[in-house]
């Protein structure tokens, strides 16, 4: 899943895709290093991020996802908590709709029950302005999954159907570096939910703090955290810079297929 913001204040890439043109350049690009999903947001949800008006965050998606549909069928997933965005990206061809809220805010389960598209579910506490004031875990691992649990079953009870729903477990988003540490070391323990995993770690802090990078310089960090993630049995991984993950998920994958013939 490659990752297109089409925000001014994005952590790594803010600004860079705010003109429809770019912004389709962009994905198109993406597509063809071998992304399946283009995933679209129009809000940054980056720490201590405020919200964004939902005219302004509709002005900012609808024209890119209306325009890239023009040239191309890839997938397009929606990184929305906006109700209105969802029924009106559905319109328009969106394929997923992913919510770092999970759906929490008023209307949005309803929204997305009635556009029938798969969804994502991601763990946060509390907004992405508060959220790394809220970090005390006991289990991080079993609370993450706790909570992911209870949510998956709100959305099925709501009508969404169990085999459209993915989960996220919010890397960086209420966690220090140790609980994202931990919650990729044993990944695979949510695996037991039944759902798809969706993970996203590119150029986070997570990766900084470990390398002692900047954004832009976090990559080569970001490729090794999301091979990780895979080994692990994440499904879809969300990323900035598609062609060197591409890569080494086809030599990891070579190797996984060799080892099942001896």
Same mark, same amino acid.
């Given at each position: 899943?490659?990752?297109?913001?089409?925000?001014?204040?994005?952590?790594?890439?803010?600004?860079?895709?705010?003109?429809?043109?770019?912004?389709?350049?962009?994905?198109?690009?993406?597509?063809?290093?071998?992304?399946?999903?283009?995933?679209?947001?129009?809000?940054?949800?980056?720490?201590?991020?405020?919200?964004?008006?939902?005219?302004?965050? +509709?002005?900012?998606? @609808?024209?890119? #996802?209306?325009? =890239?549909?023009?040239?191309?069928? *890839?997938?397009? $997933?929606?990184?929305?908590?906006?109700?209105?965005?969802?029924?009106?990206?559905?319109?328009?061809?969106?394929?997923?709709?992913?919510?770092?809220?999970?759906?929490?805010?008023?209307?949005?389960?309803?929204?997305?029950?009635?556009?029938?598209?798969?969804?994502?579910?991601?763990?946060?506490?509390?907004?992405?302005?508060?959220?790394?004031?809220?970090?005390?875990?006991?289990?991080?691992?079993?609370?993450?999954?706790?909570?992911?649990?209870?949510?998956?079953?709100?959305?099925?009870?709501?009508?969404?159907?169990?085999?459209?729903?993915?989960?996220?477990?919010?890397?960086?988003?209420?966690?220090?570096?140790?609980?994202?540490?931990? +919650?990729?070391?044993? @990944?695979?323990? #949510?695996?037991? =939910?039944?759902?798809?995993?969706? *993970?996203?770690? $590119?150029?986070?802090?997570?990766?900084?703090?470990?390398?002692?990078?900047?954004?832009?310089?976090?990559?080569?960090?970001?490729?090794?955290?999301?091979?990780?993630?895979?080994?692990?049995?994440?499904?879809?991984?969300?990323?900035?810079?598609?062609?060197?993950?591409?890569?080494?998920?086809?030599?990891?994958?070579?190797?996984?297929?060799?080892?099942?013939?001896?």
């Amino acid at each position: 899943m490659g990752i297109l913001n089409v925000t001014p204040d994005s952590f790594s890439d803010g600004g860079r895709y705010t003109l429809v043109n770019l912004a389709v350049q962009q994905a198109l690009q993406m597509a063809a290093e071998g992304a399946a999903f283009i995933d679209i947001g129009g809000e940054s949800t980056r720490p201590g991020a405020e919200d964004v008006g939902e005219q302004e965050e +509709l002005d900012r998606v @609808l024209p890119v #996802l209306e325009a =890239l549909r023009k040239e191309s069928n *890839v997938l397009v $997933s929606i990184d929305t908590s906006s109700p209105k965005l969802m029924l009106e990206a559905a319109k328009l061809g969106a394929n997923l709709l992913n919510d770092v809220r999970s759906f929490t805010r008023e209307g949005a389960l309803e929204a997305a029950v009635a556009t029938g598209l798969p969804i994502c579910i991601m763990h946060m506490r509390g907004e992405p302005s508060s959220m790394q004031q809220q970090t005390d875990y006991v289990d991080v691992v079993a609370e993450v999954k706790h909570w992911l649990s209870h949510r998956l079953q709100a959305c099925i009870t709501a009508g969404i159907a169990q085999e459209k729903i993915l989960l996220d477990p919010g890397f960086g988003f209420a966690k220090q570096l140790p609980h994202n540490l931990t +919650l990729l070391a044993n @990944l695979n323990r #949510l695996l037991s =939910l039944g759902q798809p995993l969706l *993970v996203g770690m $590119s150029r986070k802090r997570m990766l900084g703090e470990i390398t002692g990078k900047s954004a832009l310089e976090r990559d080569a960090a970001g490729l090794a955290a999301h091979l990780l993630a895979a080994q692990q049995g994440a499904s879809i991984l969300r990323v900035h810079s598609v062609v060197g993950l591409k890569d080494a998920l086809q030599v990891w994958q070579a190797v996984q297929q060799a080892s099942s013939l001896t």
